[in-house]
């Protein structure tokens, strides 16, 4: 969706127009394009990242045992394509293999100004779950896996879906209707701020809960079999119907340019197993696939990406 009509959507509806106008004020007019007093992700020290998508420090401190020294962080990012631009534009990360879930960097690659090593997308065609509509967790957990044993001398940046939408174990039905087909507009965040579906904020949280736990043991797997310095942390928050501000609303989801805490406070958890990895650059790998626009769109609005 072009800015002309994200404009043209929140002018048709008030509650989006508000949210429309706290974002001005988080980007201060448009003057900044990212939360210019978040952390640099790169700039840490670090042999793997583990990314959980729009996991809020307070909940994952809630629902973690995962072991480790647990700090938080301040993302740069209130939704995945600013985080991502916001941490790899002009960066040199040839000594880095990425592996990802989320199709939001290849959707973005032509806008995004980095080279890794080499780029693993999980979610391309056996990585992803068709009776779920999401990478599952443990499928991540494999293909890094595999990247740590056949990248042994890189920086390995894991990112993983969950807690982010669709809600894999849930048994209620406003979030599954994409999946059949019987609706594939908006998104969930957007149906609930505006009204269109009506549930509790405690029933959205258990759920979403619900699904950092079904992530967190496939998290702690991953960080005990891989070598060195592994960090857990998250690329940006989630409000489940916070006031957003200035302007007071009840927020949902992750939209992009709005910094609250809920949005971009983020676990920081310093996990070390063993000798760190001996970590050099290597010119990028170039067995690179091309994916249908078409697949890549489905994928996204699977993922409540659809604006």
Not at 115 to 138: A, C, M, N, S
Request: proline share 5%; net charge negative; charged share 30%.
């Amino acid at each position: 969706m072009n800015t002309y009509s994200r404009i043209r959507r929140a002018l048709d509806s008030p509650v989006l127009f508000l949210r429309h106008v706290n974002r001005l004020y988080h980007r201060r007019l448009g003057t900044r394009d990212c939360n210019t007093s978040g952390t640099y992700i790169f700039e840490e020290d670090w042999d793997s990242l583990l990314i959980l998508d729009a996991c809020r420090y307070d909940m994952f401190e809630r629902r973690s045992e995962l072991p480790g020294q647990l700090e938080s962080r301040v993302s740069r990012g209130s939704a995945t394509t600013e985080f991502l631009s916001a941490n790899l534009n002009g960066r040199d990360l040839r000594d880095t293999v990425y592996v990802t879930a989320n199709p939001q960097f290849y959707q973005n690659q032509e806008t995004i100004d980095t080279t890794f090593h080499k780029v693993i997308q999980v979610w391309q065609r056996e990585g992803w779950d068709e009776e779920y509509g999401t990478v599952l967790p443990e499928t991540v957990t494999k293909y890094a896996n595999r990247a740590a044993e056949q990248y042994p001398n890189k920086r390995l940046l894991v990112h993983y879906m969950q807690p982010h939408y669709p809600f894999i174990d849930s048994a209620t039905q406003f979030d599954k209707q994409h999946l059949t087909g019987e609706d594939r507009t908006g998104n969930v965040w957007d149906k609930l701020i505006t009204g269109e579906i009506d549930i509790s904020p405690d029933e959205i949280w258990r759920m979403y809960e619900d699904n950092l736990d079904r992530a967190l043991p496939h998290i702690e797997k991953l960080m005990t079999e891989l070598d060195g310095k592994t960090v857990v942390t998250g690329d940006h928050g989630n409000m489940v119907g916070e006031r957003s501000s200035p302007i007071a609303i009840s927020e949902w989801g992750h939209p992009r340019g709005m910094y609250t805490p809920e949005l971009v406070t983020v676990p920081w958890l310093v996990f070390e197993n063993g000798p760190r990895r001996e970590i050099r650059a290597d010119d990028p790998s170039t067995d690179t696939e091309n994916v249908s626009s078409d697949v890549v769109a489905e994928r996204l609005r699977d993922l409540g990406y659809a604006e």
